[in-house]
């Protein structure tokens, strides 16, 4: 269909809603002008693909600013105008509108997956101004899909890809299903052609008998409810090709084994009719269980409501039948749309509607430092289609992504229960923080009253949802600020022994500000608390340093050849020993010298040298006769992260520590070489215990980390066991 504006106008005199002519027209011209020397993949004029938009838009029954944004949505993009013109001749409200959904093509950032991500984010930050904006965005990239035929075979992956990604699950969390399952159709087509050859194949091989079996189950229930006034409207039809995809393909069931293939709608009046209807229906047909479910007791988050129940009829074939009222039907198809207050000629703010707190609270969640592909996977996640739905002990019904563990559910119930939480039951038997929520668990979370408390670091690996996270995020940023910088230095040591750096103060500072923080200390901090990823930053760092080693170096062709000529005496074990080569290096027992501590080497008779903190006893005590054998010694950067036995001493109010100690060390990654516990006279306990670690920063942030254990009275670094 070619769509022009008189195809427009036509649709607009036809409903039943007033719009301003006038300013839609107006707006055609400025959007036909400004496109005028451009046409699409198709060879159609530019102009039919706003105009699209704009009949989409009217679909949904939406106002005459958002119809003349539709027109106008890619001109400031693509076009000389400007936002400041759009807003003298249309208006605030259409310049935002267009603001919103325009991308960010002058955003200065370095790939295109950071360009995407923080489209994104605009999106969202738009949309908790304007829903509006969202909605124009939904039926641009709808028309797009509709389109994509014409697009090369790699745009069509891509824009498929990021449909299914991104579009379609807001179009899920809006409850315009038509729209998602529109998107979700055409992108698998384009994604994995032979598998969704493969379902349509399935249901052409029942067409006959599936249209056959649908008008009979629908002629029987209309029969059966005759009586309802006004009549109910039934409808039948065949599940979604993505929906039947997704349960063949990544659930791994057999077409027999999908019981909801088929589908009967029936639409009433009332809610009450909806449950009279539900009591017939499992008269006639046989319900299977466990296979109902009240969403109308118990909307879904995107306010879709309706009943669900599977049933088998004589004919031995399951499916699906969905009783709704007139206004849940609408809901369900349009979502937001449907109900939205443009009918009523109001504005299209969205301030204090809680229907929208979701978007708000995907953006309030991110964290200072957090990188765009951050953001973008976290909005992944909270806009997943699949939902469960848990039960506090009291009855409330908590809805998080499916995947969601007990992190997840204590973080949504409140703040400082998520911190507070020191185990859960699910249904009273224990879990694991681990444990996937399903639908239906009674969920009771266990809390400390202890003032010592706080999350986990390792939580932040288990948590699902970008609330959960971003509050243990916030807590550390908070609470453990030295601990952080501690953490995140020690973390950033090894990333550098592992590539070869040798970092200078200068060299710090000049990452830091490149990751936009304000000193080095705040950058290791926002290490610690998970704010940067450095798997993310790594191979940026790298190129920074090649590039330093080159400047400096400018003759040598490899940028590490100046570190590898200064750490040319460079030993196995990870230190350097002054004018002696290979030689054999052994670490005092006595001390445990790490790399961070100031080490000091002594000459043995025939045991090679001996390296010693340089504060060890046997240094500070030693003979002055064996002065001469004293050398000096450096660590020295390696390839790869070297680990060395350390051994820390704990002495603890009784011998229950001992297993809060052995998990602290275990979640914090560390491997145990040695341990022992025993009793101390007074009734404390003693527990020393010996673990390989890269550095003495890394040994520190544990040691912080055992002091905190409830029961723990001190912990202190010692010699070997």
């Known amino acids: 269909m070619l769509y022009t504006i008189d195809v427009l106008i036509d649709k607009i005199k036809a ?16 959007a036909d002008e400004a496109h005028s020397d451009t046409k699409r993949s198709s060879g159609e004029p530019y102009i039919t693909h706003p105009i699209a938009v704009a ?18 949505h890619d001109v400031v993009e693509d076009t000389d105008i400007s936002l400041e013109t759009l807003r003298k001749k249309f208006g605030e409200d259409v310049a935002n509108l267009v603001d919103g959904v325009t991308k960010i093509g002058q955003v200065p950032l370095n790939t295109k997956e950071e360009q995407q991500a923080e489209n994104i984010r605009k999106i969202l930050m738009a949309m908790s101004k304007d829903i509006r904006v969202i909605i124009i965005k939904l039926a641009d990239r709808l028309h797009n899909m509709r389109t994509i035929m014409y697009r090369p075979p790699e745009k069509q992956r891509k824009k498929a890809l990021e449909t299914m990604n991104f579009y379609a699950p807001i179009a899920h969390r809006l409850g315009m299903s038509a729209v998602k399952e529109e998107m979700e159709d055409i992108s698998i ?16 091989t029942h067409k006959e008998q599936r249209d056959t079996f649908i ?11 005759s009586d309802i006034e006004p009549p109910p409207v039934i409808e039948g039809r065949v599940k ?19 019981y909801d293939v088929y589908a009967v709608r029936v639409i009433v009046q009332s809610v009450i009719e909806c449950y009279n209807v539900l009591g017939i229906i499992h008269d006639m047909f046989k319900p299977i269980p466990y296979r109902f479910k009240d969403y109308i007791a118990t909307p879904k988050p995107n306010r879709y409501q309706s009943l669900h129940t599977t049933v088998i009829g004589r004919e031995g074939i399951p499916f699906e039948v969905q009783i709704r009222t007139v206004e849940m039907h609408n809901t369900a198809q349009y979502g937001v749309a449907a109900h939205w207050k443009y009918k009523a000629g109001l504005t299209g703010k969205v301030a204090g509607e809680q229907r929208f707190d979701w978007i708000r609270q995907i953006l309030d969640q991110q964290q200072e430092g957090d990188d765009v592909e951050q953001i973008a996977d976290a909005i992944k996640v909270d806009l997943a289609p699949d939902e469960v739905y848990v039960f506090t002990p009291k009855g409330d019904v908590i ?61 932040l690996e288990i948590a699902k949802t970008s609330e959960a996270r971003g509050k243990i995020r916030a807590w550390f940023k908070k609470e453990c600020r030295e601990e952080n910088i501690a953490e995140g230095m020690a973390a950033l040591e090894g990333e550098f022994h592992r ?24 950058f290791y ?8 990823k450095l798997s993310k930053i790594m191979q940026r760092v790298k190129d920074m340093y090649a590039n330093r080693m080159a400047a400096a170096n400018p003759v040598s062709v490899d940028g590490n050849e100046a570190l590898k000529n200064t750490i040319a005496r460079k030993q196995k074990s990870g230190v350097i020993v002054e004018g002696i080569d290979n030689c054999l290096i052994k670490f005092a027992k006595c001390c445990n010298p790490l790399p961070g501590d100031k080490i000091v080497g002594f000459i043995t008779r025939g045991y090679g040298v001996s390296v010693h903190k340089q504060d060890c006893t046997n240094v500070v005590n030693a003979s002055p006769q064996d002065k001469e054998r004293w050398i000096h010694v450096m660590w020295a950067a390696s390839g790869q992260t070297e680990y060395y036995n350390a051994t820390i001493d704990i002495i603890s109010e009784n011998m229950t520590a001992l297993a809060d100690v052995t998990s602290t060390i275990a979640s914090s990654r560390f491997v145990i070489s040695n341990i022992s516990a025993h009793p101390l006279k007074n009734g404390n306990g003693n527990i020393v215990v010996t673990v390989e670690v890269a550095s003495v920063e890394q040994l520190n942030a544990l040691i912080q980390r055992i002091q905190k254990i409830n029961g723990v009275i001190s912990a202190e670094r010692t010699g070997i066991l």
């Open 15 to 30: 409903s039943d809603k007033q719009y301003d002519i006038d300013k839609i027209v107006a707006a055609y011209e400025v």
């Open 55 to 72: 009949c989409i838009l009217l679909e949904f029954c939406m106002d005459t600013d958002t119809l003349v944004a539709a027109l106008l």
């Open 189 to 204: 087509k384009i994604l994995d052609p032979y598998g969704t050859r493969a379902v349509e194949d399935m249901l052409d």
């Open 215 to 225: 008008d009979t189950i629908t002629g029987r229930i209309r029969e059966r409810i």
């Open 240 to 258: 979604s090709v993505y929906s039947i995809y997704k349960k063949v393909y990544i659930k791994g069931k057999s077409f027999d084994e999908i």
């Open 399 to 459: 809805v998080l992504p499916l995947g969601s563990t007990v992190i997840d559910f204590a973080y949504a119930i409140h703040t400082q229960v998520g911190h507070k939480m020191t185990g859960a039951k699910v249904s009273g038997r224990m879990i694991r923080f681990d444990y996937q929520l399903r639908t239906g668990d009674i969920v009771e979370v266990m809390t400390t009253q202890s003032q010592t408390y706080g999350p986990n670091r390792n939580w």
């Open 499 to 522: 590539a070869s750096i040798i970092p200078t103060p200068e060299f710090l500072n000049e990452i830091a500000v490149a990751q936009k923080f304000s000193s080095v200390d705040d």
């Open 525 to 532: 901090a926002a290490i610690g608390y998970g704010g940067v």
